[in-house]
């Protein structure tokens, strides 16, 4: 801990610049190194249960972002995290290849991305994590349940000075996987929408009210996922693939749909967002069903859940405080609900390029046969530096 | 720590000692994310855009002239001895057309190194000075003096506020305008603030004042034009 805050100092006294463009014109390329690094410390074991292992200090993110454009109508954004580069995890919160896409602007009515980034569903997603005062994802928008980036072409159109959005795309279905070259045996992809509202102007993907808006702002948005991937027999999605849950990818058809709402006003702001995933596996044998019979559980297992954060966001005193609070059912046929509540507080050395963060999570209630976290009590303190 | 404390200071004097003033009329704007206005002789508005479009409107805020040449991120707008001068923040450009056709005439390449949106958001003529000068938008706001064939002259680093969105010389005044602390402010000779105007206003990017020293502001997210009638 000492060492954490002897750096977080040394940083401080830093004078830290921005992003850097090359070249002019038409043809530029803009370099962005993001540094991110917290101590970890989890407390409150249950009872014959002890695992020191995560209380250590962690290098969260050290990202080289390139983002340019070539002529007037085309534009690229390539990123890497060397922090996450040896890592065997392929944390879909923090993936080694952060984007690999182009943007074209040519066809006039509609944008068009291709390549690997992130996909365009729930509005948590469109936020980058340097914006956001915590040092998690909810859990149900991290990547566990349904990808956060994946390889596909996708469009975007904006209407009404930007006030609505609308998105839609075909990708691989394996979400952050589809980059460890694995084959997939079903062929088939998954399809994505989204579509959002903002009132009365456009709303930048953004968690703070660093702006400290003169008028009230909403948005709201709805979107939807949809892949049947049906494996053959004798054939299995790698490991990786499927997730920590073992639901992010199955063989049978599975939609999932969610909803989205943000506010801010006057420095305040909040965020609401639910989903859930309807999974209708092939096999009527497979695990999921939990031993539970598919005429049982009407051949469909229901999983999602939903967040709520609220911010505050003081100009003066460079800081943002942050309450999240957020539920999960894993499973409906089995026990693996989870309850967890989050405070965060951000103090801003020079802006959101130089921001310390310390985060506290207090994981209310868990039913343990799924996932079983074993403790109460989480805490995060670093510092993020953008350059 | 004690830099905070200045700032902290600083900031406190500005926004405590802002005059707040209200819009006396207000009119939508066909102009898709318009970042800068300016008055012309001829008694219309030139409006440029994010998307780089230059245009002019007339006092109903009707489109009458467009020109022909764009940019990739116009973000301000003069106009100076029947030329126009425009910012290309993405580009590092100025471009300079016609006022009177606006056609395209030539443009200068300028060399700022940083990212591609903390590039010049401002320019303005200092009359007395003959130099122009350009304002980058933050990360950090500098005032940049400029010949009139634009060559850097002087460079003066301005940290009153988050952010500079436009800029404009008044009677013999530098006023700038900040977009996320939405105030405007008018300078002394040495850069320094003098007063400032609480516009309270979501997204002020551009300003200029008319020919009956109305203060004219445009938002760039709500694509309106904004008239608060005289300030001084």
């Given at each position: 801990m000492k060492k954490l805050i002897l750096i977080i100092i040394l940083f401080s006294t830093l004078q830290v610049f921005s992003q850097t463009q090359i070249g002019s014109g038409n043809s530029r390329v803009q370099i962005t190194y993001r540094f991110s690094s917290f101590a970890n410390y989890r407390a409150g074991?249950?009872?014959a249960y002890l695992d020191r292992k995560q209380n250590k200090l962690f290098l969260r993110n050290a990202q080289l972002l390139l983002k340019g454009t070539f002529g007037k109508n085309t534009e690229f954004d390539f990123g890497l995290d060397g922090a996450q580069l040896?890592?065997?995890?392929?944390?879909?919160?923090?993936?080694?290849?952060v984007d690999a896409n182009l943007t074209y602007k040519?066809?006039?009515f509609v944008d068009l991305i291709l390549g690997y980034g992130k996909v365009?569903?729930?509005?948590?997603?469109?936020?980058s994590f340097f914006e956001s005062p915590f040092w998690q994802r909810p859990e149900i928008v991290?990547?566990?349940?349904?990808?956060r980036r994946d390889v596909g072409v996708s469009f975007h159109k904006s209407l009404l000075r930007n006030t609505v959005n609308l998105f839609g795309g075909v990708y691989n279905?394996?979400?952050?996987?589809?980059?460890?070259g694995l084959n997939d045996p079903s062929g088939k992809f998954e399809y994505i929408s989204r579509a959002e509202y903002s009132y009365p102007s456009r709303y930048r993907?953004?968690?703070?009210d660093e702006r400290i808006s003169v008028i009230p702002m909403f948005s709201i948005g709805v979107n939807g996922r949809y892949t049947n991937k049906v494996l053959p027999t004798g054939e299995n999605f790698a490991a990786?693939?499927?997730g920590e849950f073992l639901?992010?990818?199955?063989?049978g058809e599975k939609y999932t749909y969610g909803a989205d709402a943000a506010f801010q006003y006057k420095g305040i702001s909040a965020q609401f967002e639910i989903h859930q995933m309807r999974m209708q596996p092939?096999?009527?044998?497979?695990?999921l069903y939990n031993k539970i019979s598919k005429s049982k559980a009407e051949g469909k297992i229901l999983s999602g859940g939903f967040f709520g954060q609220l911010n505050y966001y003081n100009l003066k005193a460079r800081s943002t405080v942050s309450v999240r609070y957020e539920e999960v059912?894993?499973?409906?046929?089995?026990p693996g609900y989870f309850a967890r509540w989050g405070f965060a507080y951000s103090y801003q050395l020079k802006g959101f390029n130089s921001l310390i963060k310390a985060q506290y999570f207090y994981n209310?209630?868990?039913?343990?046969?799924?996932?079983?976290?074993?403790?109460k009590h989480q805490f995060r303190l670093g510092i993020q530096i953008i350059i | 720590m004690s830099l905070f404390f200045n700032w902290l200071i600083a900031f406190s004097l500005l926004m405590n000692g802002a005059i707040k003033i209200k819009p006396q009329s207000k009119m939508r704007l066909k102009?898709?994310?318009?970042?800068d206005i300016a008055y012309t002789k001829d008694k219309n508005y030139l409006v440029v855009s994010d998307g780089g479009t230059l245009l002019k409107l007339d006092n109903l805020g009707k489109i009458i002239l467009k020109a022909k040449q764009t940019g990739i991120d116009f973000e301000g707008v003069i106009e100076l001895e029947n030329l126009i001068y425009v910012s290309d923040e993405t580009t590092r450009k100025i471009m300079i057309y016609d006022?009177?056709?606006?056609?395209y005439t030539k443009s200068y390449q300028l060399h700022l190194q940083r990212?591609?949106?903390?590039?010049?958001?401002s320019i303005a003529y200092n009359t007395k000075k003959e130099k122009f000068i350009l304002i980058t938008e933050k990360n950090p706001i500098t005032i940049q003096e400029y010949s009139?064939?634009?060559?850097?002259?002087g460079e003066i680093p301005f940290?009153?506020?988050?952010?500079?969105?436009a800029a404009s010389f008044y009677n013999g005044s530098l006023f700038l305008l900040s977009d996320e602390d939405h105030l405007l402010m008018k300078l002394s000779e040495?850069?320094?603030?003098?007063k400032t105007w609480d516009?309270?206003?979501?997204?002020?990017e551009g300003f200029c004042f008319d020919e009956n020293n109305n203060l004219i502001v445009i938002s760039d997210d709500l694509e309106m034009l904004y008239n608060f009638g005289k300030i001084e």
């Open positions: 074991w249950d009872s040896i890592s065997k995890a392929n944390d879909p919160q923090n993936p080694a290849l040519g066809l006039g365009p569903y729930s509005r948590n997603n469109f936020v991290g990547g566990a349940f349904f990808s279905g394996l979400g952050e996987s589809s980059l460890l993907y953004k968690e703070i990786l693939t499927q639901t992010k990818v199955i063989s092939s096999d009527s044998t497979s695990f059912n894993m499973n409906d046929l089995v209310q209630k868990e039913e343990t046969l799924i996932d079983n976290l074993n403790h | 102009v898709n994310e318009p970042s006022a009177t056709t606006l056609e990212a591609s949106n903390s590039g010049f958001e009139k064939d634009f060559v850097l002259q940290t009153s506020v988050r952010d500079i969105s040495n850069y320094e603030i003098e516009l309270n206003l979501l997204n002020p």
